[in-house]
């Protein structure tokens, strides 16, 4: 069963702050990817990566920073948080392969005040 | 630039009945269409997917049928379960194996 985990599960930070959202997956996946959720909006793509040392930027990246130290890490960095980036963040492992099932971890609440 | 756009929003239907979401895509380089399912404060996990090879993928009471000419998808579930209750999500995989995700469908099945 792949196993993919989100720390914290819920955050709150004041605007202007830094936060950092860490995902680790023991699936040893080559992919990785970070979501947000907002309603109205389904699933949308801020930074994926193919392997370790490797960021690539996906379709919301403004804002955010991504950082894939090892194979099995994977973290998003909001450097000055805003209230408009307040949503649920997911995290998901996957592997190349024509069809790259992804496997999401269970969600990060972050509440910018 | 929503690549990937569903409808209905929502749909009721009552248990037993044959609900149908349907997806609709504009690049036809994509050649990969999962569907992903959310229930309440979980995470999305794949359900069912289809390659453009073929027109139909079944999967028990789950069955896609794809329409490349028209770029159009749609998930039937028969015999639809209140356990069935959740949002769906029609996706695209393009280069690099990144998914592109619709707005969702939220399915409600009365009992």
């Known amino acids: 069963e792949a196993a993919v985990t989100q720390s914290p599960r819920n955050k709150v930070a004041v605007t202007g702050g830094k936060v950092t959202l860490s995902c680790n997956q023991t699936n040893n996946h080559n992919n990785m990817y970070w979501y947000r959720q907002d309603t109205g909006h389904g699933l949308r793509l801020i930074h994926y990566s193919y392997g370790a040392g490797s960021t690539e930027k996906g379709d919301i990246p403004d804002g955010y920073k991504a950082s894939r130290p090892s194979q099995e890490n994977f973290s998003l960095i909001l450097e000055l948080a805003t209230p408009s980036q307040t949503s649920v963040y997911f995290c998901?492992?996957?592997?190349?392969?024509?069809?790259?099932?992804?496997?999401f971890g269970p969600g990060t609440r972050l509440l910018v005040l | 630039q929503q690549q990937v756009r569903q409808s209905p929003q929502s749909l009721t239907v009552w248990e037993g009945e044959t609900a149908i979401l349907n997806c609709s895509y504009e690049d036809s380089t994509f050649d990969y269409f999962p569907w992903y399912w959310q229930f309440p404060r979980e995470s999305p996990a794949l359900l069912i997917a289809?390659?453009?090879?073929?027109n139909k993928k079944e999967d028990g009471r789950f069955t896609i049928f794809f329409n490349k000419r028209e770029k159009k998808l749609s998930l039937h579930i028969t015999d639809s379960q209140p356990g069935d209750s959740a949002t769906y999500f029609c996706a695209e995989q393009g280069t690099g194996s990144k998914l592109s995700f619709g707005k969702g469908a939220k399915l409600t099945v009365s009992p």
């Open positions: 289809i390659r453009p090879v073929s």
């Open positions: 998901a492992s996957g592997d190349w392969g024509g069809a790259d099932t992804q496997y």
